[in-house]
């Protein structure tokens, strides 16, 4: 059970906000330490994508740094959560309060080079990314999952900026 993702139909996507429901938890027969990744990747182009995503399992647990690792942004190919956590550990991940398997409101505003995550109505972001890896790109957007994750979706909206 590898990550994987479901590309919005006709959307090429640069500057602006996306917004949803989301679900996820560990899948069933899904190796003893998964963790639920659950999010949207964004600017997709050229094999790349930008993503910023849950670990539904972290929000609750009982390791303080479990839970510090509760939101995680990467960029793929060449910054996964490894390599952040190599290069600049505890700059790329954040708690927010959160449960395996429970409707989630999630919204991230896009603008240049910085994101802020945005969950269950917040008005502050839960993690914000001054310096995405792919530069101010455009491109595809996409649902999200990682490895052994069991994911659902609703209510998807994509407001471009103005």
């Known amino acids: 059970m590898g990550k994987a993702y479901a590309i919005v139909k006709s959307n090429v996507f640069h500057n602006g906000t996306i917004e949803l429901e989301l679900a996820g938890s560990p899948a069933a027969g899904a190796m003893g ?3 639920g990744f659950i999010g949207m990747a964004f600017r997709l182009h050229d094999g790349q994508f930008e993503y910023i995503y849950l670990r539904p399992t972290n929000g609750r647990a009982d390791d303080q740094v479990r839970r ?3 939101t995680q942004y990467g960029a793929y190919p060449g910054f996964r959560f490894a390599d952040s956590r190599q290069q600049a550990p505890e700059k790329y991940e954040s708690y927010v309060d959160l449960e395996p398997g429970i409707w ?3 919204r991230i505003t896009v603008d240049g080079t910085k994101a802020r995550l945005f969950v269950n109505g917040a008005s502050q972001p839960c993690l914000i990314v001054n310096d995405l890896k792919l530069g ?6 996409a ?3 990682g490895p052994g994750t069991e994911g659902y979706f609703t209510g998807l909206k994509i407001t471009p900026a103005e």
Do not use: Q
């Open 33 to 35: 330490g998964a963790r």
């Open 68 to 70: 510090n690792h509760s």
């Open 104 to 106: 989630t409101r999630y």
């Open 136 to 141: 101010d790109s455009s491109g595809g957007v």
């Open 143 to 145: 649902l999200w999952i």
